[in-house]
């Protein structure tokens, strides 16, 4: 079956980093996607990664290990507004997007 | 900058009745999706559309239909609601559904079923 794994919740303090892993299991695989979902609104897209290594987008960067079925997302010095959900999604070999349950990340002062 | 609109953002039915959630996306995308999101799970998607005229069954399918007879319009409709359905609802388009090009999310639909 497909499955994607990701921590339920985690805490951080402000101006800290935090990873969030991601392993996943797809019928296939043509990349994946981090999401950014605040409490009552709608999911925005972070950032996509289809070969082994990290990419970089200012504060965020996103790390993809294919042999490991593994990704994580990095956040840099924390800013409150980062408190989220970050949902993490798997492309199959349909095309079809397998999302994880999504980590609420909880940034404290 | 309208981007994905969905209407309406909340309703509550009664178990039986039926309705229509809109979906409209002014990017000219191709493909369009709907979701649905539950407590404590990834979202799960219903029925999705490649382009105008056609549809498909995603994960969860069973009691909704959909329309594209417009591009920029797909519409979710519930036939017969039931307790089950009582979710968070979400439209998302992309401009084409095969690799990098990530999908735009609508605000969402709560809609609650008695």
């Known amino acids: 079956g497909q499955n994607i794994d990701q921590p339920t919740e985690m805490t951080a303090t402000e101006g800290a980093i935090v990873q969030i892993n991601c392993t996943y299991q797809?019928?296939?695989?043509?990349?994946l996607f981090w999401y950014q979902q605040h409490a009552g609104e709608a999911p925005t897209f972070l950032s996509y990664?289809?070969l082994d290594g990290l990419e970089e987008k200012g504060r965020f960067s996103s790390f993809l290990s294919r042999s490991k079925g593994y990704s994580y997302l990095l956040l840099k010095e924390l800013q409150m507004k980062d408190s989220a959900s970050y949902l993490c999604a798997g492309l199959d070999s349909n095309y079809q997007l397998i999302w994880g349950a999504g980590t609420k990340l909880i940034i404290k002062p | 900058n309208a981007g994905v609109t969905q209407t309406p953002k909340f309703r509550v039915l009664k178990t039986g009745q039926s309705m229509t959630l809109l979906c409209a996306q002014d990017?000219?995308?191709?493909?369009m999706y709907w979701y649905r999101q539950d407590p404590g799970m990834g979202l799960r998607l219903i029925h999705y559309s490649v382009g105008e005229g056609t549809t498909a069954k995603g994960e969860v399918p069973d009691g909704y239909n959909v329309s594209r007879l417009k591009k920029q319009n797909f519409l979710l409709g519930l036939e017969s609601a039931a307790p089950s359905q009582t979710s968070v609802y979400f439209c998302a388009s992309s401009y084409e559904g095969t690799g990098s090009q990530p999908q735009h999310f609508g605000d969402g639909t709560r809609l609650s079923i008695l």
């Open positions: 797809t019928s296939g695989f043509n990349g």
């Open positions: 990017m000219n995308h191709e493909y």
């Open positions: 990664n289809v």
